[in-house]
Each structure stands twice: as C-alpha cells, then as structure tokens.
C-alpha cells in the first residue's frame, strides 16, 4: 500500500509505476492547456490519453474538468480522458459519465492528510461580520482568510479550557 500526503507524490507514484496501471505509452506531464494544466499526457496508436489525478476522490467536478479539456485539446486521435484516484466520491453517478471519460480507482494507495495541512472551505457570513472581520484583519496585517483562522482557534482555546 502506498501511502501520500500530497497529490504530487501521487502523481509521481503514478509515473514511476506507469505500465502497473496504465497500457499506453506516457508522453508528458503538467501540460498547459487553455483553462488549466493536463496532469499526464498518455498516447497509443490510436488513442490520446488525457489524465486527470486527483489526491482523495473523484467528483462531479473532476468529470467536468476532464471534458474541459477534451474539448480543448486538439488531435487527430481518439481523446480519452481517464480520472485517477484512490476513491470515488458518492455523488458520481458513474451511469452519466461521457463514454470518452474513464474513472480509475486505485485500491494499493491511501491519501494521509498531513495534520498540519490546510483545507478550503467556504462559508457565508452575514455582512456586519464580514466586515468586522476584514477591519480585524487589516489592523493586524493579515488576509481575512487567516484572521478567521485565528478566531476560530482562539476560540477552540477558550472552549477547551471552559
């Protein structure tokens, strides 16, 4: 099994181990394409093979994103795209993917998240708050992103010593 903090060593994990998983050849990696970077470029006779890796799951946006860049991507060839994770996420309805889009799922390797890691989130907050919010903020030379993170943990502190 193994195992990862980052999507990068996934994707290194991958092309180290690219005939395990994969039965096309490997072309390149981190292509630009308009809107955005193709992980793995992979090719056949026939076939160009446009892979997308994701660290945890495979979503909905994950399909999206893949179709976004067979419609950009142009060829003579068959596109392919092929999206890899060690997990699929529960709102895939896998019986509405493109035919031109592949799910793989890869069983020997689990994401670990690091504990010091970050994680995006969105919120709404009323505007009095968000404003009160970003006047903390810039007093104290910070994105309103970290002043949130500062409440938040000073007030995990406070509960924990109630």
């Not at 890691?117 to 907050?125: A, E, N, Q, W």
Request: proline share 3%.
């Amino acid at each position: 099994m193994f195992k990862f903090t980052m999507e990068n060593q996934l994707k290194q994990f991958i092309i180290d181990n690219f005939n395990t998983y994969f039965d096309f050849g490997l072309i390149t990696t981190e292509y630009s394409v308009r809107g955005g970077r193709i992980d793995i470029l992979g090719e056949d006779d026939e076939t160009i093979y446009i892979i997308e890796i994701k660290r945890d799951f495979v979503t909905s946006d994950t399909i999206v994103q893949l179709q976004r860049y067979l419609d950009t991507y142009k060829s003579d060839k068959k596109l392919i795209g092929i999206a890899v994770a060690p997990k699929i996420d529960n709102s895939v309805d896998l019986t509405n993917v493109p035919e031109n889009i592949w799910v793989n799922i890869l069983p020997d390797v689990e994401y670990v998240p690091n504990p010091d890691s970050k994680v995006k989130v969105s919120v709404t907050l009323d505007l009095d708050v968000a404003a009160y919010i970003s006047e903390l903020a810039e007093k104290d030379d910070r994105s309103v992103s970290s002043m949130i993170n500062v409440i938040l943990r000073n007030h995990m502190k406070d509960s924990k010593e109630d």
